[in-house]
């Protein structure tokens, strides 16, 4: 049961960690670009992606669960799951962002070019990209 769930966790890290990151560090500079069909993409493989992470939450917590032994006591175990539920809220905020500057960019004011939505978006998908190598780091380097 125990290989199964890790396979299970492993396989959603890479299927849903890896394109969500290239969706939000992809973003800025489509916003820039104000290629609207583009954004809206973008923003629907966030949204998706981010949902299939909590598949990499859920298989990680069962899988600490059954192998037991304080795992999940561990102050790396502790660690990474505050900071993936950091990282849970990052991504809200990214989606909101990006639905904001999806329309902003729809409509036909040229007042506003999105700038504000393109720079948070920015700087939140860099964090959270630090925050899964760190997530990375502290699954692989205390186990060993």
Same mark, same amino acid.
């Given at each position: 049961?125990?290989?199964?769930?890790?396979?299970?966790?492993?396989?959603?890290?890479?299927?849903?960690?890896?394109?969500?990151?290239?969706?939000?560090?992809?973003?800025?500079?489509?916003?820039?670009?104000? !290629?609207?069909?583009? &954004?809206?993409?973008?923003?629907?493989?966030?949204?998706?992606?981010? &949902?299939?992470?909590?598949?990499?939450?859920?298989?990680?917590?069962?899988?600490?669960?059954?192998?037991? !032994?304080?795992?999940?006591?561990?102050?790396?175990?502790?660690?990474?799951?505050?900071?993936?539920?950091?990282?849970?809220?990052?991504?809200?905020?990214?989606?909101?962002?990006?639905?904001?500057?999806?329309?902003?960019?729809?409509?036909? %004011?040229?007042?506003?070019?999105?700038?504000?939505? !393109?720079?948070?978006?920015?700087?939140? %998908?860099? &964090?959270? %990209?630090?925050?899964?190598?760190?997530?990375?780091?502290?699954?692989?380097?205390?186990?060993?």
């Amino acid at each position: 049961m125990s290989s199964l769930l890790l396979w299970l966790h492993v396989g959603f890290a890479i299927f849903t960690i890896g394109p969500v990151t290239a969706a939000t560090m992809a973003a800025p500079r489509t916003i820039r670009n104000k !290629n609207v069909p583009a &954004l809206q993409f973008i923003q629907r493989l966030t949204r998706i992606y981010s &949902l299939g992470t909590l598949g990499v939450f859920v298989f990680g917590l069962a899988l600490g669960a059954v192998l037991g !032994n304080g795992l999940l006591g561990k102050w790396y175990m502790t660690a990474s799951m505050t900071l993936f539920i950091v990282a849970a809220v990052l991504l809200v905020i990214i989606d909101r962002d990006l639905r904001t500057a999806v329309r902003v960019l729809s409509s036909e %004011s040229a007042d506003d070019d999105a700038k504000v939505q !393109n720079g948070r978006i920015a700087a939140i %998908s860099g &964090l959270l %990209s630090v925050i899964w190598l760190v997530i990375l780091f502290l699954m692989v380097v205390p186990t060993a």
